[in-house]
């Protein structure tokens, strides 16, 4: 259960507080928030009827860096059967309107991060239901970042301390709004959306506990995979796709994330396309990162006045 202290509001798009800064979030507050609003029901409506999902999703993944991988007609199809599946309530799929209008990249992203995460999801996962309910927390993942500031998710030069501590946020806040939407904090949308950044060596965030959900650990991965093939306004250029690999095979020496995931994402990777259990990773290192990388970087550590501090 999450016990950690909010340092920053939450809020929903039509600007109703649901918890002031500085508040203790516990399972009691929470469920206290979703029954003094068990009245209001939600239209929903299904995810690629909504908008333009639909176009958005077929012109990303007809694009590179994800052309490469979702280049077989089948493969788009199968995704899109599984896609169609996915319904939101009404406030959900207005946090997309939100991101598509004021950030594009997690517009993208959390569209994509749906898009790998059932990808991987259909070689992980035996049970067919159980693939569809990891499907539908894709594109909610991040809701939370309707919470933090768009000049913090915009920045192109280090963040200080207090700013990744806000972005940080994201995780608690989508959570809450999960939690409100869905009127059940034991959704596995709220549990993938609190623990999507927590990696198996606990050096992960909001509460630095142990990733060991094998549902939350796919979106982790596609999460990573991702935020590294594409742009970020905080480096100049994105990962080469090799690199972006090696990347996420470091991670899982590390043990920060599962070797299964990364095996299955690296099995899509390769042409042969050999099933993930029979995959061979070469130990070598050829790629280079991007230059100008500002992730984890704080502005306090490139701060020569603070270098010494
Ligand atoms: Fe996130
Ligand atoms: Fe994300």
Redesign the pocket.
């Known amino acids: 259960m999450p016990s950690l202290t909010l340092r920053h509001p939450i809020r929903t798009l039509d600007n109703q507080l649901l918890f002031p800064p500085e508040t203790l979030l516990t399972e009691e507050a929470l469920d206290a928030v979703i029954d003094s609003r068990k009245a209001d029901s939600y239209e929903t409506c299904p995810l690629l009827s909504y908008g333009s999902v639909r176009e958005d999703c077929l012109n990303f993944l007809s694009l590179p860096p994800y052309a490469t991988i979702f280049g077989d007609k089948k493969e788009i199809d199968d995704l899109l059967n599984i896609f169609e599946t996915v319904h939101f309530s009404i406030p959900i799929l207005q946090s997309l309107d939100y991101f598509k209008q004021h950030d594009l990249y997690t517009y993208t992203h959390v569209l994509m991060v749906f898009a790998w995460s059932t990808l991987l999801a259909k070689d992980l996962i035996p049970d067919y239901e159980e693939c569809i309910r990891l499907a539908a927390t894709g594109p909610t993942?991040?809701i939370g970042?309707i919470c933090v500031p768009l000049h913090i998710l915009k920045k192109t030069t280090p963040l200080t301390k207090m700013e990744r501590g806000f972005l940080q946020h994201?995780?608690a806040a989508g959570y809450v709004l999960l939690g409100y939407y869905y009127k059940n904090r034991r959704h596995l949308a709220c549990t993938v959306a609190l623990d999507?950044?927590e990696r198996r060596d606990r050096s992960g965030y909001p509460r630095g506990n142990l990733l060991k959900d094998p549902l939350v650990e796919i979106i982790a991965v596609s999460?990573i995979y991702d935020a590294l093939i594409m742009p970020r306004p905080y480096r100049s250029g994105a990962y080469d796709n090799r690199t972006a690999l090696e990347e996420i095979t470091e991670m899982a020496k590390q043990n920060k994330i599962g070797w299964d995931v990364v095996k299955a994402l690296i099995a899509h990777n390769r042409v042969s396309h050999p099933h993930y259990r029979e995959l061979i990773i070469s130990p070598e290192r050829r790629g280079t990162p991007p230059p100008n990388n500002v992730y984890g970087v704080t502005a306090e550590e490139t701060d020569p006045k603070n270098r010494f501090r």
């Open positions: 993942h991040d970042k994201h995780a999507h950044h999460d």
